[in-house]
Nanobody
Framework: QVQLVESGGGLVQPGGSLRLSCAAS????????QGWYRQGPGKERELVAV???????NYADSVKGRFTISRDNAKNTVYLQMNSLKPEDTSFYYC???????????????WGQGTLVTVSS
């Protein structure tokens, strides 16, 4: 069964940095587009950044110039480097991936369980 496991969340002061990781495992043939989303209390889930297999990227306006998404296809892992963090970046961060399964080449959209990022002094 395909799983995404996030890590790297935590408490950081405004202006600080964090790096999130999301590792995929479990019967994967290949991974297409991967992304990071976030959802704060009482808010809808929103796109933060996406990266396609050709490494082209797209970012939410609110994080452009501060966040960088990258991927390591050999490790089935996607990263989100977050710099110059602001209190309004506080949220649960979820990774997402479009996966082709090894067993029957089905295309699945998979979500991680989420990791909390808190930006506060």
């Amino acid at each position: 069964q395909v799983q995404l496991v996030e890590s790297g969340g935590g408490l950081v002061q405004p202006g600080g940095s964090l790096r999130l990781s999301c590792a995929a495992s479990g019967g994967i043939f290949s991974i297409g587009t991967q992304g990071w989303y976030r959802q704060g209390p009482g808010k809808e889930r929103e796109l933060v950044a996406v990266i396609k297999r050709d490494d082209s990227t797209n970012y939410a306006d609110s994080v452009k110039g501060r966040f960088t998404i990258s991927r390591d296809n050999a490790k089935n892992t996607v990263y989100l480097q977050m710099n110059s963090l602001k209190p309004e970046d506080t949220s649960f961060y979820y990774c997402n991936a479009r996966v082709l399964t090894l067993s029957d080449f089905r295309s699945l959209e998979v979500w991680g369980q989420g990791t909390l990022v808190t930006v506060s002094s």
